[in-house]
């Protein structure tokens, strides 16, 4: 049996957004630039995928723009909304994707900003009262915080945050690479700025995502070179990446709230097995917290064994897909900037499972079964 858990790092590609990629990768191949038929009906589909994602969101059309992903969106609001708005401090915490967080640290180590991180409670939220402390003492201060850890699963409170961020006039940007497509964002009602999303989180393509960009606070280019993306993405367009992206989302609007239930139902049943047949497990963050955690992630703490260096590894060996930290960088515990913070010197293992609507219970009795093998052996030895 091989299983699948590893959905926070990327997801498998839904059968249903194939269908609508294909023709663009065949018969509809224009450039979206060219003024002819061939590219004037590639550019059509694409303002078509833009504007139906802009109705899911609540937001207009110019405010989606379409990048390679997660990192660039990342790396295009923070550097844009620095140097448009002469922004010299950064509120975030040590807890960012990297995609965030070297990001800043680069900015910071070059003199451009000053890098400050807002306190964090021993699960690993954001302490609020901390932030609206920095907020006052850091006037036009820009807020980077995650709507949702990849790695512990800890959510973030987005909308008190954004109405923190506009009473202090701060610049607000949420990584939401592990939320667009797993819950509704409203755009509308949410203050916030700047946005990013990787279509690969909710069965779209890889190598395509987007930014939210708020009209009102534009921002700079990260990448010239050309006029496409309204001045603020040169490139010919990942045009069927972008088709891919729009059916993603319209099929995780379709169907959130069953997805919400089914995988849901997924990560509690498997909490209930883990408790019940490993004694002494835990989960790192507030990973096991029904309302505080996104419903995909579960990082399970081991019981401390000096198997634990290997379990990823004999995870494996069973057919069993699951990565121990970030399976953006490194897939090892000892790579895992967010449990280094959180549990510094920690000899329990991680292994982080992540789910997706094509898991079923049969493949958690399986990997929850060899789990509790593998640590008996660590228990024994
Ligand atoms: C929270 C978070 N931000 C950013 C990224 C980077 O996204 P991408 O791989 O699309 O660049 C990831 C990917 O794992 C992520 O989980």
Same mark, same amino acid.
């Given at each position: 049996m091989r299983v699948y858990f590893d959905n926070a790092a990327t997801t498998p590609l839904d059968p249903e957004v194939f269908e609508a990629m294909r023709p663009f990768m065949l018969? &509809?191949?224009?450039?979206?630039?060219?003024?002819?038929a061939h590219g004037r009906k590639v550019r059509s589909a694409i303002e078509s995928a833009r504007k139906k994602m802009a109705e899911l969101l609540h937001?207009?059309?110019?405010?989606i723009l379409f990048t390679s992903g997660g990192t660039e969106a990342d790396n295009t609001i923070l550097t844009g909304a620095i140097d448009t708005y002469g922004i010299k401090t950064v509120i975030s915490s040590p807890l960012e994707h990297h995609a965030v967080e070297q990001t800043l640290h680069r900015l910071s180590d070059r003199n451009r900003i000053t890098l400050v991180h807002v306190k964090l409670d021993e699960?690993?939220?954001?302490d609020y009262e901390h932030l609206e402390t920095l907020l006052r003492k850091h006037p036009n201060a820009l807020v980077s915080l995650m709507h949702?850890?990849?790695?512990?699963g800890n959510l973030l409170d987005i909308q008190r945050v954004g109405d923190m961020a506009q009473g202090y006039g701060a610049y607000f940007h949420s990584d939401t690479v592990q939320t667009i497509g797993h819950y509704r964002h409203d755009l509308t009602r949410l203050k916030v700025h700047g946005l990013a999303a990787a279509a690969h989180k909710f069965h779209g393509p890889k190598g395509v995502g987007f930014m939210f960009i708020r009209k009102d606070k534009k921002l700079q280019p990260?990448? *010239?070179?050309?006029?496409?993306e309204r001045n603020m993405r040169g490139g010919t367009e990942n045009v069927y990446g972008i088709i891919g992206l729009a059916k993603a989302l319209e099929i995780a609007y379709r169907d959130m709230d069953e997805h919400i239930r089914l995988v849901s139902g997924l990560k509690q049943y498997m909490i209930g097995k883990l408790r019940e047949l490993i004694p002494g497990i835990d989960f790192h963050g &507030?990973?096991?917290?029904p309302e505080r955690s996104l419903y995909t992630v579960l990082n399970v703490c081991l019981p401390e064994s000096d198997e634990n260096d290997m379990i990823l590894f004999n995870l494996d060996l069973q057919g069993i897909s699951v990565s121990?930290?970030?399976?953006?960088?490194?897939?090892a515990v000892t790579g895992s900037h967010v449990l280094g913070t959180l *549990?510094?010197?920690?000899k329990r293992g991680a292994v982080r499972f992540s789910f997706s609507k094509y898991n079923t219970r049969e493949e958690i009795d399986y990997a929850v079964g060899k789990l509790v093998e593998l640590c008996k052996v660590g228990q024994e030895s």
């Open positions: 018969e &509809d191949f224009g450039n979206p630039s060219s003024t002819h937001c207009t059309p110019g405010e699960k690993g939220h954001v949702a850890n990849n790695e512990i990260f990448i *010239y070179g050309g006029s496409q &507030d990973s096991a917290h121990g930290g970030s399976a953006c960088s490194s897939g *549990y510094p010197g920690s």
